[in-house]
T-cell receptor
Framework: QKEVEQNSGPLSVPEGAIASLNCTYS??????FFWYRQYSGKSPELIMS????GDKEDGRFTAQLNKASQYVSLLIRDSQPSDSATYLC??????????????FGTGTQLKVEL | DTGVSQDPRHKITKRGQNVTFRCDPI?????LYWYRQTLGQGPEFLTY????????KSRLLSDRFSAERPKGSFSTLEIQRTEQGDSAMYLC??????????????FGEGSWLTVV
C-alpha cells in the first residue's frame, strides 16, 4: 500500500464547477496535512493546510479531513482555467530534531475547461 | 525576493560527471530540506538540516549524494558520478523551527538535472 494515494487523473471540470480532489494516507500517526498546487515545470506552492477533523475554508478552497477514515480532500469552487495544475496531497511526519517530513502523493492533474 | 533561491535552475551533464546545486533558504529559516521529483511523481524527501546539522537522510540518498550546510545558511547538494536515473528536479525547501502553522515548508523553484 502506498503511503499516500491520489487518483492521477486527469480530472476535467467545466469552468465555474466544483472540483473535488481526494487523498488517502496510511500513517495513522499523521496529524497535519497539506495541499500543494504545482503548475507544469514549476515547484509546489502551498495552498491549504488542515490539522483538525472537519472542514477548513479559504476563499474558493475547502479542505476536508477525516482522520478515522484516513482521508483528506480538497474542494475548489468556481473553478477557473488558472486552477489547471497538479494538486499534491502531503501528510506531515516528524523528523529527528522536530523537523517536518512531507510525504507526497503522485498528485491529481486537474483540467478546467472553458 | 525573499523566497527560497536555487542555482542553477537547469543543468545538463554527461553521465559520470559531478554536479553541485546550491540552495539559499528564506532568511532566518533554520530548517532546510532537499527533495527530488521525477516526472509524474510527487517530491520525495532526501535529507534535512537544522542549522548546520544534517539530522536525517533518506535511503534514497545513495553514497554518490552528499549535502552540506556549513554555516547554517545556504546548502549544497552534490551528486558524484551522475547516472541517467539521477535526472530529476531537485527541490530545496525551508521552514522555521517553531510549532504550528509557523513551520510551513516553502519550496524553491527547483534545479532541473538532465544526465545524458
Amino acid at each position: 500500500q502506498k503511503e499516500v494515494e491520489q487518483n492521477s487523473g486527469p480530472l476535467s471540470v467545466p469552468e465555474g464547477a466544483i472540483a473535488s480532489l481526494n487523498c488517502t494516507y496510511s500513517d495513522r500517526g499523521s496529524q497535519s496535512f497539506f495541499w500543494y498546487r504545482q503548475y507544469s515545470g514549476k515547484s509546489p506552492e502551498l495552498i491549504m493546510s488542515i490539522y483538525s477533523n472537519g472542514d477548513k475554508e479559504d476563499g474558493r478552497f475547502t479542505a476536508q479531513l477525516n482522520k478515522a477514515s484516513q482521508y483528506v480532500s480538497l474542494l475548489i469552487r468556481d473553478s477557473q482555467p488558472s486552477d489547471s495544475a497538479t494538486y499534491l496531497c502531503a501528510p506531515r511526519g516528524r523528523l529527528t530534531g522536530g523537523g517536518n517530513k512531507l510525504t507526497f502523493g503522485t498528485g491529481t492533474q486537474l483540467k478546467v475547461e472553458l | 525576493d525573499t523566497g527560497v533561491s536555487q542555482d542553477p535552475r537547469h543543468k545538463i551533464t554527461k553521465r559520470g560527471q559531478n554536479v553541485t546545486f546550491r540552495c539559499d533558504p528564506i532568511s532566518e529559516h533554520n530548517r532546510l530540506y532537499w527533495y527530488r521529483q521525477t516526472l509524474g511523481q510527487g517530491p520525495e524527501f532526501l535529507t534535512y538540516f537544522q542549522n548546520e546539522a544534517q539530522l536525517e537522510k533518506s535511503r534514497l540518498l545513495s553514497d554518490r549524494f552528499s549535502a552540506e550546510r556549513p554555516k547554517g545558511s545556504f546548502s549544497t547538494l552534490e551528486i558524484q558520478r551522475t547516472e541517467q536515473g539521477d535526472s530529476a528536479m531537485y527541490l530545496c525547501a525551508s521552514s522555521l523551527a517553531v510549532s504550528g502553522a509557523g513551520n510551513t515548508i516553502y519550496f524553491g523553484e527547483g534545479s532541473w538535472l538532465t544526465v545524458v
